[in-house]
């Protein structure tokens, strides 16, 4: 995973990241999976990553990825918000 850009954003209080990520013969990682992976890149908690905009290249095992670098607000965790749906049994209505 590389850092392509970086904006801080002073008046919203966050930086917002552009990054690259290889994924080897597999499919485009979840934004779960990704908001844990840019939390540990930027060393802070996962609660102040958000994740935008996952854009796969065509043809490539690569994607784009836009996330926001939360100083003061907190978003939910999505690895914890998955166990939580799996516990209870709940499903997605398509």
């Known amino acids: ?3 392509v850009g970086e904006k801080e954003n002073k008046l919203l209080k966050r930086k917002e990241v552009e990054l690259l990520i290889e994924h080897d013969k597999s499919a485009t990682p979840v934004k779960a999976e990704i908001q844990e992976k840019v939390a540990k ?3 802070t908690a996962s609660q102040q ?4 905009k996952i854009s796969p290249f065509y043809g490539k095992s690569s994607s784009r990825i ?6 003061e607000k907190t978003v939910p965790d999505l690895k914890e ?3 939580k749906k799996t516990e209870s049994g709940e499903k997605k209505s398509e």
Do not use: V
């Open 66 to 71: 836009f996330a926001y670098h939360w100083h």
């Open 81 to 83: 918000e998955k166990e």
């Open 41 to 43: 890149l930027l060393k």
């Open 49 to 52: 990553i958000e994740i935008k």
């Open 1 to 3: 995973m590389n850092i």
